[in-house]
């Protein structure tokens, strides 16, 4: 069965420092990866996506994320946090189009 | 563009109760799925369809019956409420089977809280 891990339960970051959200995958074969932000109280929207070519794939509000096939990484990233950008955020695999799965999400605290 | 609607916003149940969650979309497509969100679990696929008149299970399927029986509305029903069944649902949908062309990209709703007593 395939699943996603997000390691990071809760990171607490200063604003205007780096950022990097961790996500590892388990599946036979290169699924489709996703990263969706939740803002409290709002449904999620789409941060980013990869399906295939270059393994680094840039997405909305300064974010980017690198596939790592030899890791089963998707890891996201930002050199500098803002402080909207506090949400949770979920790493989500789709192997087939009709199933999605999501990580257990992270929960992002910017400090001024 | 209304996107992906839920209704209703907020419900109470009492355990044993009957509810259906509404989602509707006016994108045309094909995919319609039912996440529910829990403290420290994510989202979990309760059901989900790939056009009208097809519907199947996800992970938590229990408890819930779906249909689509149009290409705009899929309704979550919950026969018999459980207080377990207190959570936050999300109703998205995309189009369907086009994974490679990276059209499958989730839309979702804004959220049900339900809470069973």
């Known amino acids: 069965a395939q699943s996603v891990t997000q390691p990071d339960i809760h990171i607490t970051v200063s604003e205007g420092a780096s950022l990097e959200l961790r996500c590892n995958y388990s599946?036979?074969?290169?699924?489709?990866l996703f990263w969706y932000v939740q803002s409290p109280g709002q449904g999620l929207q789409l941060l980013l996506k990869?399906?295939?070519?270059?393994?680094l794939v840039q997405g909305i509000k300064g974010f980017e994320a690198e596939f790592k096939r030899s890791q089963s990484s998707f890891n996201l990233r930002k050199p500098s946090v803002h402080w909207s950008d506090a949400a949770e955020y979920f790493c989500?695999?789709?192997?087939?189009?009709?199933?999605?799965?999501f990580g257990t999400g992270t929960s992002l605290t910017v400090i001024p | 563009n209304a996107g992906v609607t839920q209704t209703p916003k907020f419900q109470v149940l009492k355990t044993g109760q009957s509810m259906t969650l509404q989602c509707a979309q006016d994108?045309?497509?094909?995919?319609m799925s039912w996440y529910r969100q829990d403290p420290g679990m994510g989202l979990r696929l309760i059901h989900y369809?790939?056009?009208?008149?097809?519907?199947d299970q996800g992970e938590v399927p229990n408890g819930y019956n779906v249909s689509r029986s149009t290409t705009e509305d899929f309704p979550l029903r919950l026969l018999s409420a459980a207080p377990s069944q207190t959570s936050v649902y999300f109703c998205?949908?995309?189009?369907?089977?086009?994974?490679?062309?990276?059209?499958?990209?989730?839309?979702f709703g804004a959220g049900s809280r339900l809470t069973v007593l």
């Open positions: 989500a695999v789709d192997s087939t189009g009709n199933q999605f799965y």
């Open positions: 994108m045309n497509h094909e995919y």
């Open positions: 998205a949908s995309s189009y369907a089977g086009l994974a490679a062309s990276g059209a499958n990209v989730l839309t």
């Open positions: 369809s790939v056009g009208a008149g097809i519907t």
């Open positions: 990869y399906f295939s070519g270059d393994t």
């Open positions: 599946y036979g074969a290169t699924p489709y």
